[in-house]
């Protein structure tokens, strides 16, 4: 079964930064896209950034310029790199992984149990 666990959310100051990482396991073989959602209260879930197993990567508007997503594929990992925190950037951010490849089959759009990102001002 395939498993993402976040880490790195914590409380930063407005113009801080933090670094979030994500690491899949369960028998994985390949992942195709993987990416960052987040969700504040009372909103819904937003993208905010992607990557594909190419490299190819996707941000949000709200984001661009502040924030950097990458990938490890060989230890199936993808971390997203927030500089220049705004207090709206609050909210608890999940990581997402679609297609993967495991020794058992294929999952589809697998899911952390999310990170509280606070940013005060």
């Known amino acids: 079964q395939v498993q993402l666990v976040e880490s790195g959310g914590g409380l930063v100051q407005a113009g801080g930064s933090l670094r979030l990482s994500c690491a899949a396991s369960?028998?994985?073989?390949?992942?195709?896209?993987m990416g960052w959602y987040r969700q504040a209260p009372g909103k819904q879930r937003e993208l905010v950034a992607s990557?594909?197993?190419?490299?190819?990567?996707n941000y949000a508007d709200s984001v661009k310029g502040r924030f950097t997503i990458s990938r490890d594929n060989a230890k199936n990992m993808v971390y997203l790199q927030m500089n220049s925190l705004k207090p709206e950037d609050t909210a608890v951010y999940y990581c997402?992984?679609?297609?993967?490849?495991?020794?058992?089959?294929?999952?589809?759009?697998?899911w952390g149990q999310g990170t509280q990102v606070t940013v005060s001002s």
């Open positions: 997402n992984a679609d297609r993967i490849h495991t020794t058992r089959g294929v999952t589809f759009n697998s």
């Open positions: 369960g028998s994985i073989i390949s992942i195709n896209a």
């Open positions: 990557i594909s197993s190419g490299g190819s990567t």
